[in-house]
């Protein structure tokens, strides 16, 4: 199952009585073993993207759409059809089930569930039972030793590679890791960043994640994309626009607005 997420137009407005704030997220797409870092100030809207991009929220307008990839097998997928349908919310819920894994930037794991049951549950959920690939997944990530213990055993990092394990799990087509570094001291931040890059290659799996941490950022080559607001200074409709970055491994990243 490999697939390309295209990305055509999609938008989204949020808005109460005294402003509004829209997305664009322009025209891209990510296929397959792809990474993609999506960065930008403070409330520019890489948590609204990933939400959208992760069918956690429905657009307002826009073509959202998962391809398979020429000569591989599986259905295209008209992910923004789904939140009109009559089972919308169980198109959706199978949706995120089958084709993402996500990373919260916390970990959220059930705290009363081992890390292996942990690891096991999105398997279970997306009904893809693979317990080799689910040992595979905590050997590499360093999580085979402390696979009985339950998260409140363990440390902020090792939590982190636990979330990286599940989301990984059931073989997602892509992970979406909203600030999956943020909690972390700079050499742990570089150590799972890397460790969620090289297992979702791994398993042919595209990466979606947003960060503020160029210094971790530069140590990996992917492309990246950035959030601007592009309304005028002080106008009470606000726009933010996706906009791609050039590819780049370099450490003098410009400085943004950490939030
Ligand atoms: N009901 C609403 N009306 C208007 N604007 C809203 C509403 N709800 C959220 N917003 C705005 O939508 C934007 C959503 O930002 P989001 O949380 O996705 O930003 P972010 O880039 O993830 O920020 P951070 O880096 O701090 O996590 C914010 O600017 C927020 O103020
Ligand atoms: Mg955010």
């Known amino acids: 199952m490999a697939y390309v997420l295209s990305i055509d137009d999609l938008t989204v407005t949020l808005g109460d009585a005294e402003r509004r704030f829209t997305l664009r997220a322009g025209k891209w797409s990510i296929a397959a073993g792809e990474v993609i870092g ?24 826009g073509r959202y759409r998962a391809e398979p990839l020429a000569g591989e097998t599986g ?24 084709f993402f894994g996500f990373v919260p930037q916390a970990g959220g794991l059930l705290p009363f569930l081992t890390v292996a049951e942990n690891v096991e549950i999105s398997q279970r959920i997306a009904k893809r039972p ?18 009985h213990l339950r998260p409140g055993a363990l440390s ?14 059931h073989r997602p087509f892509c992970v979406i890791a909203d600030e999956p570094t943020a909690a972390l001291d700079p050499e742990n931040a570089q150590a799972a960043m890397g ?19 160029f210094p971790t950022l530069s140590h990996f080559a992917m492309r990246r994309m950035a959030l601007q607001i592009t309304s005028a200074p002080h106008d009470p409709n606000v726009v ?14 410009p400085q943004e607005v950490s939030g």
């Not at 969620?196 to 503020?212: F, N």
């Open 38 to 61: 999506l960065t930008g100030p403070s409330g520019t809207g890489k948590t609204l993207l990933l939400e959208l991009l992760g069918m956690l929220r429905a657009p307002d307008a």
């Open 75 to 98: 259905a295209p997928q008209a992910f923004d059809s789904f939140w009109k349908a009559p089972n919308a919310i169980a198109l959706c819920a199978q949706a995120r089930a089958r």
């Open 130 to 147: 693979d317990p080799d690939w689910a040992s595979a997944l905590l050997g590499e990530l360093g999580l085979s030793q402390i696979a």
């Open 195 to 213: 460790l969620l890059i090289e297992a979702a290659q791994a398993g042919g799996t595209a990466t979606l994640l947003s960060s503020h941490d």
């Open 156 to 169: 902020i990092g090792q939590r982190q590679r636990v979330a990286i394990a599940r989301a990984l799990a």
């Open 240 to 253: 933010s626009t996706l906009v791609p970055l050039e590819a780049q491994k370099t450490a003098s990243a």
